[in-house]
């Protein structure tokens, strides 16, 4: 079981007490479509949130690494994808397969859901990992950190296959901290055997993990969703945590893409609010970067 005075290893080497909360606040999705990136972009120029995983596989990904090109003070991760879960909004891979692969259905496009890729070749899967990367690097993207859209690369449902000690490597070569939590989070596949490769291979990963609900509960309107945001706040831990979620603007285009649109815009408007702010000042949670992480992984 991992040892619970491990979180304050990590504060200390970060320079920071015991008892002290550190908050990575990290907006998901970025270069899915242009109303995330204009949400995205505008939470991190007011300083909202503290950073952003970019999918390099999306329509309008260029848009999203110039901006993070642009503004190289952004914290902007990569979003290992390998599911294109929207029904008329599609993507697919970056490296050009010449067979059939089970993670690219018959139009050439990733699957709906996480099963497919845990079916894959991994050597598939190491390439389209490498080439998603690569990509940020030639669009002049300078990542933060690594992370995997849906989890798909933590062990797909159904077939309790994993790929993480090749993203743990991937980690490792190209200096880059990963969404991985010391501690057990309810969907994320837990093996302590990847914490501890992880920190074998001197990789940085957050303490703990918070996830926003991607769909709300039927009685979960905005003031419900600031108190259940709220609460999530006051409750954290000694350590290291990410929160993520999902905002974009409210537009025809979210509209035409997906069902949760409002959801998604609720959330734009989350860290915003006055309660949000001030919850964050009185519980004296210090929001950092992937960008402090990534730097003492790079200098250990």
């Known amino acids: ?24 606040i990290n907006a998901d999705d970025f270069g899915m479509c242009n109303s995330t990136n204009r949400a995205i972009r505008s939470l991190l120029e007011d300083g909202f949130i503290t950073s952003t995983s970019l999918m390099f596989t999306c329509p309008w990904m260029r848009e999203a690494a110039a901006i993070a090109k642009a503004y190289p003070e952004f914290d902007v991760g990569i979003h290992l994808t390998f599911t294109s879960e929207w029904e008329n909004f599609k993507w697919g891979p970056i490296t050009p397969f010449d067979r059939r692969i089970s993670f690219v259905d018959e139009l050439g496009h990733f699957p709906k859901d996480v099963v497919p ?10 390439k389209e ?11 002049g ?16 449902a159904g077939t309790k296959r994993h790929f993480m000690e090749l993203v743990i490597e991937l ?8 969404r991985m939590p010391r501690h057990a989070y309810d969907f994320i596949p837990y093996e302590e055997q990847m914490i501890r490769l992880a920190d074998e291979q001197g990789v940085i ?17 905005y003031g419900t969703f600031i108190q259940y945001t709220a609460d999530i706040l006051r ?7 990410e929160l993520i979620f999902h905002p974009s603007l409210e537009s025809e285009e979210l509209k035409a893409i997906t069902s949760t649109w409002q959801h998604r815009n609720m959330e734009y408007h989350l860290f915003r609010d006055p309660l949000i702010q001030s919850v964050i000042r009185e519980e004296n949670i210090i929001l950092i970067k992937w960008r402090d992480l990534r730097e003492l992984q790079r200098s250990r």
């Open 205 to 221: 990963i957050p303490d703990y993990l918070q996830v926003l609900p991607f769909t709300p509960a039927q009685d979960m309107d």
């Open 235 to 241: 409750g954290l831990s000694e350590g290291v945590t």
């Open 1 to 24: 079981m991992i040892a619970k005075g491990e979180d304050t290893m990590l504060l200390k080497e970060l320079g920071y007490k015991s008892g002290d909360r550190l908050l990575i």
């Open 117 to 126: 890729v845990g079916l894959a070749d991994p050597d598939d899967i190491r």
């Open 141 to 156: 993207v300078d990542p933060t950190h690594l992370d995997n859209h849906m989890i798909s690369l933590h062990g797909a």
């Open 129 to 139: 990992c490498i080439a998603q990367i690569e990509t940020a690097f030639r669009l």
């Open 171 to 178: 980690s490792a070569k190209y200096g880059l901290p990963l």
